[in-house]
């Protein structure tokens, strides 16, 4: 059974860095594609994030482009988010996920399999 714990979560002001990270426990994922997701209050759960399974390659939303950087320590078993730049409409709770076999990165929530119980990031104007 694989489990997923984030941390990292809290509440900064506007323009502040955080860093999140997720740590596997239950089984390494040295070959799964990992990935980032948040749910924003009253709205639906959104791609933020993903990884492949070496770190070389990553691929983001637009909406954090060049603010927030993935990537992993599969030596740890653990995968980071660098937020920086932080916004008010970054408030969320953040989740990882874990693909069950694929090391292809995906921004499809459909494709995981493995979810933790998210770490709330509160960002105040």
């Known amino acids: 059974q694989v489990q997923l714990v984030e941390s990292g979560g809290g509440l900064v002001q506007t323009g502040a860095s955080l860093r999140l990270s997720c740590e596997a426990s239950g089984r390494t994922l040295t070959s799964n594609s990992m990935g980032w997701f948040r749910q924003a209050p009253g709205k639906e759960r959104e791609f933020v994030a993903t990884?492949?399974?070496?770190?070389?390659?990553?691929y983001y939303a637009d909406s954090v482009k060049g603010r927030f950087t993935i990537s992993r320590d599969n030596a740890k078993n653990t995968v980071y988010l660098e937020m920086n730049s932080l916004k008010p409409v970054d408030t969320a709770v953040y989740f990882c996920?874990?693909?069950?076999?694929?090391?292809?990165?995906?921004?499809?929530?459909?494709?995981?399999?493995?979810w933790g119980q998210g770490t709330q990031v509160t960002v105040s104007s």
């Open positions: 990884i492949n399974w070496s770190g070389t390659s990553a």
């Open positions: 996920a874990a693909r069950r076999s694929s090391r292809l990165s995906s921004p499809k929530q459909e494709d995981y399999a493995y």
